[in-house]
């Protein structure tokens, strides 16, 4: 059973930034992928990035060239830096890894002011 709790986010104001972090109770370095998403009420979950073992990353067409994802081995943790946000970058956000099966976050609100 692997948990991820995230944590980072918050409120800011359009254009600003925040960093989410999503902490694994087990070694991350041996997840194959970690991944965010997000899920606005009444929409399909969404993926955001998805950052590989190996250091492949992929991005939706929404946040390429403003979110980044990272991961530190050493403290169990993958990051989303989001930069630039927008309103529309308003809801939850959960991490996922998938490996005999889903295991996913409580999720973390970010909310952008206009």
């Known amino acids: 059973q692997v948990q991820l709790v995230e944590s980072g986010g918050g409120l800011v104001q359009a254009g600003g930034s925040l960093r989410l972090s999503c902490t694994t109770s087990e070694s991350i370095a041996t997840i194959n992928a970690m991944h965010w998403y997000r899920q606005a009420p009444g929409k399909q979950r969404e993926r955001v990035a998805v950052l590989t073992r190996l250091g492949d990353t992929t991005y939706s067409d929404a946040v390429k060239g403003r979110f980044t994802i990272s991961r530190n081995n050493a403290k169990n943790t993958a990051y989303l830096q989001m930069n630039s946000l927008k309103p529309e970058d308003t809801t939850v956000y959960y991490c996922?890894?998938?490996?005999?099966?889903?295991?996913w976050g409580q999720g973390t609100q970010v909310t952008v002011s206009s």
């Open positions: 996922a890894a998938f490996l005999q099966r889903a295991y």
